[in-house]
């Protein structure tokens, strides 16, 4: 992917620089969305927006249920419940998060 991104610049060619850097993303997110330390990651960043949730109740439910799978090992379990709890929060801060676009098309 080097090669191509160096040979993609030399010739200024936009689309297929932001074709490898989708690639890239991809290959990241696949490995990313497979570790624990992604998924604390993610518990932590609900907990910090829990006052900016549209519906509290259910955010704090989701997220409840996200840090139990989580204390489980189970990640999916986490993610689940953890895009559940995301979907309360509004625009600007779900796509503070680096992750919301890849989380999504997981």
Same mark, same amino acid.
């Given at each position: 992917?080097? #090669?191509?991104? %160096?040979?993609?610049l030399?010739?200024?060619?936009? *689309?297929?620089? #932001?074709?490898? %850097?989708r690639r890239a993303d991809d290959l990241y997110y *696949?490995?990313?969305f497979k570790t624990d330390s992604h998924w604390i990651g993610f518990v932590e960043y609900l907990?910090?927006?829990?006052?900016t949730?549209?519906?509290p109740i259910m955010y704090q439910d989701y997220l409840k249920r996200a840090e139990e799978?989580?204390?489980?090992?189970?990640?999916?379990?986490?993610?689940?419940?953890?895009?559940?709890a995301y979907?309360?929060?509004p625009q600007d801060?779900?796509?503070?998060?680096?992750?919301?676009?890849a989380g999504l098309r997981q």
């Amino acid at each position: 992917m080097r #090669q191509e991104a %160096e040979r993609c610049l030399k010739i200024e060619d936009e *689309k297929g620089l #932001q074709a490898i %850097e989708r690639r890239a993303d991809d290959l990241y997110y *696949k490995h990313a969305f497979k570790t624990d330390s992604h998924w604390i990651g993610f518990v932590e960043y609900l907990k910090i927006h829990y006052l900016t949730a549209s519906d509290p109740i259910m955010y704090q439910d989701y997220l409840k249920r996200a840090e139990e799978c989580l204390l489980r090992g189970d990640l999916e379990g986490v993610r689940s419940f953890g895009y559940k709890a995301y979907r309360y929060l509004p625009q600007d801060k779900a796509k503070e998060n680096r992750f919301h676009d890849a989380g999504l098309r997981q």
